[in-house]
Each structure stands twice: as C-alpha cells, then as structure tokens.
C-alpha cells in the first residue's frame, strides 16, 4: 500500500495541539482541502462518525470515522469512501509538540499520492499555526 510519513514542530503544548486534532469540526480551519464538516452528534467511545466536504466541492460528501486515543496521543482518520487512512501522533518535545502523520493511500488511488502528501504538509504547517494560537 503506497504511503508516506511527515512530521513537524510545534510551539504549543500537546493539549492544545490535541484539542485541534481531536475534534473534525475544527478541520476546515488548518486541513487543507476540507472545505467543510458535518460533524455526527453522537460517536461510539473514541469513534465518531462525520462528513467532510472537499473544498470547492460542497455537494460532494465523503464520510469519515475519526477514532481517538488520548492515552497514546493519537487520532486516526479513514476514509470510507476511497479507504484513505491518516494515523496522527503527538508527542512533547522541548516545550511544544512533535505532530507526526502517517498516511496510506489503497493502490487504487496511487495517483494522488503526490497531491495528498502536498496537501498533509500543508496541513501540519497549519495545524502547528492554529495549535499555537490557541
């Protein structure tokens, strides 16, 4: 299964870099490419189902399941549509956090890897941003 790994730093401390991460509604503010989110209004234990919206493709819904654990740091995002997995984790380093993501791509959408891995460094550089902000 193709895929690829990146991380970067940031200055803020994991909690605050985990109450971005954890919660899909949040999303559109730092993912690149998340135009939108329907978050569900009830998940199972650390699993939640929601609907993300592609930016500039509003009428096209993709459901999500983002399965958290805050004992390991960690929040895993799988798409149900095209099987796309984002592995997150957060680790304390010097006084902010290292984010580090996984990303497997099935071989059926091989061709995307390139533009996933555009977008998810992106995405890490917007995520340390808004995380330090508070």
């Known amino acids: 299964m193709p895929g690829f790994t990146e991380s970067a730093w ?5 909690e605050d870099v985990w109450k971005v991460l954890y919660d899909p509604t949040r999303f559109p503010e730092w993912w690149t490419g998340v135009g939108s989110v329907e978050a569900a209004a009830v998940g199972e234990g650390d699993r939640t189902p929601y609907t993300m919206y592609p930016d500039g493709y509003p009428d096209f819904p993709m459901p999500q399941l983002l399965e958290t654990s805050r004992e390991d740091r960690s929040v895993s995002i799988s798409c149900l549509v095209s099987d796309l997995r984002f592995a997150w984790r957060l680790a304390p380093e010097g006084a902010g956090t290292r ?13 995307r890897l390139d533009g996933q891995r555009d977008a998810i460094v992106s995405a890490l550089e917007r995520l340390c941003a808004v995380a330090a902000a508070g």
């Open 99 to 111: 984010i580090a993501v996984e990303v497997e791509i099935p071989a059926a959408e091989a061709h």
């Open 10 to 14: 940031s200055a803020a401390p994991p």
